[in-house]
């Protein structure tokens, strides 16, 4: 069976070339908003994935979802520690830092208004037990002092948070001594502090978490069951990594599937768009139609023929989309985690499922808004088309 050629249909498309491009715009800002709805729900579980370590393990209350909802008394924190197998730092000290988290609300530098952040009580332990963590200005606290030091993110994006800057809560001025980059994950939505100081400024006798290094990172497992084992300790210890994320699904699902129905809604238009482009064509062409048929193009070759320039049609409006879902990648935005209730900055991360499935997305459209009119065309008699010509 004769097929017609490709030129034939790309030269069909330019010769309509505005309402080829006025179609394929409908149809990149549907593959723009489905694009960043996938990139941003990417951005948010890389960022909170890469806060855990894959050697740190991280224990909390049983039953307890997140950090804010735990507690861990001083007497429970030493019995783990004294399970062997935890690591030790140069100097000795057991790799093992006991942290309350607390959220505190900050105005936004921007508006002026309130959001959650999280403030995390630490160590320099806690510290060298985060690598991913380094400071880029200012200095570390010092112990047993009213000092900070703030993630890039929050020291941005909130009022006070800044190097020098002062902020109040728990009855006290903290000043920021200290800005850390955290390679991009959840710690730099996060103001830290000293432990004891956080613990007494709010008044918990217990803290929230803690995290520890094994000396022997495989026997991971193990560790885990012998703490278990142990009837002194009502504890759930897991993979730090693993309990991040956790903490991320909840919020990128929900950001998934509220982007998915919102392109699904939005597609409808630019569906009807492209088969209005589509019946048109066929409408203006019927003469040229009939004589493609009396050439011998059977009605398969037609069909797919006008398929075809629905398909191209729409995988330029794709390409177009996705080029201005990938400028997005230098933005970064911030929202409210469902699991901790407290304000996360992330960016949008574009990766090769994004990228094949933000086309595949595109596609069909094409091919379900250009599926009646090259059925129809591929129907055209072709003594009615030869008449209309």
Do not use: H
């Amino acid at each position: 069976m004769k097929q017609l050629p490709w030129s034939y249909i790309a030269r069909n498309l330019w010769v309509r070339r505005v309402t080829t491009a006025l179609t394929a715009l409908g149809l990149a800002l549907v593959v723009y908003v489905f694009a960043t709805v996938l990139m941003m729900s990417e951005g948010i579980k890389a960022t909170l994935v890469a806060t855990g370590n894959p050697d740190n393990l991280l224990a909390l209350r049983k039953g307890a979802g997140a950090e804010i909802n735990s507690g861990i008394s001083r007497e429970q924190a030493a019995i783990l520690a004294s399970v062997p197998g935890v690591a030790t730092a140069a100097d000795g000290r057991l790799l093992f830092s006991y942290e309350p988290v607390v959220l505190n609300n900050l105005p936004k530098r921007a508006t002026g208004k309130p959001s959650n952040v999280t403030v995390r009580g630490t160590s320099d332990i806690g510290l060298a037990l985060r690598p991913q963590v380094r400071l880029v200005a200012g200095r570390m606290f010092r112990p047993g002092s009213s000092e900070l030091i703030a993630g890039q993110a929050t020291a941005r994006g909130f009022a006070g948070a800044g190097l020098g800057e002062t902020v109040r809560f728990a009855g006290r001025d903290w000043t920021v001594v200290g800005v850390f980059d955290a390679g991009n994950s959840g710690f730099d939505s996060e103001l830290w502090g000293d432990s004891e100081q956080m613990m007494q400024a709010f008044r918990r006798q217990q803290a929230s978490s803690v995290v520890l290094r094994l000396s022997d990172p495989a026997q991971a497992d193990a560790f885990i069951r012998r703490a278990a084992a142990d009837p002194r300790l009502t504890l759930d210890l897991q993979a730090e990594r693993q309990f991040y994320e956790a903490q991320s699904q909840a919020l990128a699902t929900f950001i998934r599937y509220l982007g998915l129905a919102l392109s699904i809604i939005f597609s409808i238009g630019a569906i009807v768009g492209a088969m209005i482009t589509m019946f048109a064509a066929v409408a203006s062409r019927t003469g040229e139609i009939a004589t493609l048929r009396a050439l011998g193009f059977r009605r398969p070759a037609v069909l797919w023929a006008f398929l075809a320039e629905s398909l191209l049609l729409s995988l330029v409006g794709g390409l177009l989309g996705l080029g201005g879902a990938a400028l997005m990648q230098g933005v970064n935005i911030s929202t409210t985690n469902f699991q901790t209730f407290s304000e996360v900055a992330f960016r949008f991360v574009m990766t090769p499922p994004i990228v094949t499935q933000t086309l595949l997305f595109a596609l069909l459209m094409g091919l379900i808004g250009g599926f009646l009119p090259a059925w129809r065309a591929a129907r055209l008699n072709i003594v009615d088309g030869l008449r209309a010509q």
